[in-house]
């Protein structure tokens, strides 16, 4: 994404007809685009203005271009170019020879750095200046979370996003539902309970009317006229994108309700799996609960009171102790037998194995696609503003799953280091609680903890020095990788 301190960087919108090329050479494979064609939701094209030789020039910074491109116009000398076997090719087909390579001396001037740049000249009174990807990392006009991205090269890449969300617009769209209805059962001899509705901010009661509406036509819940034994209150959860989420606080329901106690997979239970990937992606079931359709009897225990009247959900509520183990349960089933697909609650990890990135990526692709199928067969909806496709590491489970091995999530890090200095016997315990979260990550912690664990016995006097504060902050400046575990090699005990 473009830095925010880079004042020179400028959006503009683009005609839908876009100058698109493509570089081919004679005797290479590689694909190289330029002025690559986006219908990016947010910023279409981004412009700098840069000193290219003697003149200030608007050029064009490309994301998707692996080369820089001048048109012939901006040339002193063509004296300059360097003969080229090259060839430009767009995307209709229009073949463009261009008239050669040259090396320009391109200045930054938001920090007056210099950088001498080659350009591919063509001829046309189309043509942009335009610098490629590599370029503008280079200059440091845009940065990269590397984190999240895996370099995959163009010939490597068996498809896009977009492409994905094309062959599969179905299973993005709408409202999931998961094979067979789910029977709450009660234990013997409960007392139903009847709770009044809660009040609601005043702000939110306009918001709360639409939801309920939404959920209505979207077949998510039912309006109940009809007396019914449980009554439960509503609880509504602002999201973090001012809209707000309808749950129900079943908590007298939650005490009868029976349990399948199905098990979820950990994190250490996945991890041996991933001895060799190299290639990952996440996407995340869409209201993972509505998957699950309620019986009659089972919707009538779920009614809940709220401002607008009394309604009963059709569908496995968030807030029901048995929503969870019962969806993971429905989603295996639904996704049993699929290669290099594990999940975990709402999020399916997929991942590609191989000796090779190259080798890792077609496995990957292969398992995607299998699991997109799949999902369309069994009517599991995914969310797409939630997908992560073709990483080379990322957050699962509360860690960093990487091509290397296991990584502590910098968020967690980022928490212990900013925990306020505990104060009291209790607050040192929740403390060392969470460093315990993340202690396979820190080697000898038990010694190193020694000084905090004291703070904890009876009969001590209560002090805290730099030696507490730094006892663990100190091991997680250097975090190690954690290699997986591999059943085909040896182990040393």
Request: charged share 25%; glycine share 4%.
């Amino acid at each position: 994404m473009a830095k925010a301190n880079v004042n020179i960087v400028k959006r503009e919108s683009g005609s839908d007809d876009e100058y698109c090329l493509r570089l081919e050479s004679l005797d290479e494979s590689e694909i190289l685009c330029v002025h690559l064609a986006s219908d990016h939701e947010y910023v279409r094209k981004l412009f700098a203005t840069i000193s290219l030789g003697n003149l200030m020039v608007k050029i064009q910074l490309d994301r998707g271009a692996t080369c820089n491109l001048l048109p012939a116009k901006y040339l002193e000398d063509r004296n300059k170019l360097t003969p080229t076997r090259k060839r430009l090719t767009m995307y209709n087909d229009t073949m463009i020879k261009p008239l050669g390579t040259c090396k320009m001396e391109v200045r930054n001037p938001k920090n007056a750095r210099s950088y001498h740049v080659e350009f591919v000249v063509v001829d046309s009174d189309r043509a942009v200046p335009i610098l490629g990807n590599q370029t503008m990392q280079q200059m440091d006009l845009i940065s990269v979370q590397q984190h999240n991205v895996m370099s995959v090269s163009t010939s490597q890449a068996g498809f896009t996003a977009e492409q994905l969300l094309k062959d599969y617009p179905d299973v993005f769209e709408g409202t999931g539902k998961l094979a067979g209805q789910y029977t709450l059962e009660v234990v013997d001899g409960a007392m139903p309970v009847v709770h009044p509705p809660r009040r609601v901010p005043v702000v939110l009661k306009g918001k709360l009317k639409e939801e309920l509406d939404r959920l209505q036509s979207l077949g998510i819940i039912e309006q109940v006229t009809d007396p019914t034994p449980w009554v439960s209150s509503l609880v509504t959860v602002l999201k973090p994108n001012g809209q707000i989420r309808v749950c129900i606080d079943p908590k007298d329901l939650n005490r009868v309700l029976s349990r399948s106690h199905y098990p979820t997979p950990t994190i250490d239970e996945i991890l041996p799996e991933l001895s060799r990937a190299k290639v990952f992606s996440i996407v995340d079931a869409k209201n993972r609960f509505w998957h699950v359709e309620l019986d009659d009897d089972s919707s009538r225990l779920t009614t809940f009171n709220s401002p607008f009247g009394v309604f009963h959900w059709l569908c496995l509520p968030f807030g029901l102790c048995t929503a969870p183990e019962e969806f993971q349960r429905r989603l295996n089933h639904a996704l049993e037998g699929l290669k290099g697909v594990r999940t975990n609650h709402d999020d399916i990890l997929v991942f590609g194995e191989g000796s090779t990135e190259d080798e890792a990526l077609v496995d990957h692709d292969r398992n995607l696609r299998s699991l997109m199928q799949r999902c369309r067969e069994q009517n599991v909806k995914l969310n797409k503003a939630k997908v992560k496709l073709w990483c080379g590491e990322l957050p699962f489970l509360g860690h960093l799953i990487t091509k290397d091995g296991l990584k502590a999530d910098p968020a967690n890090i980022r928490a212990v280091l900013e925990v306020p200095t505990p104060t009291d016997v209790s607050s040192v315990r929740r403390f060392l609680g969470f460093t315990n979260y993340m202690s396979k990550f820190l080697p000898r912690l038990s010694d190193v903890c020694e000084p905090l664990r004291k703070l904890t016995l009876p009969d001590v006097e209560w002090f805290w020095t730099n030696l507490h504060d730094s006892a663990v902050k100190r091991l997680l400046t250097n975090t190690p990788v954690l290699k997986y575990f591999d059943s085909t090699k040896g182990v040393t005990l």
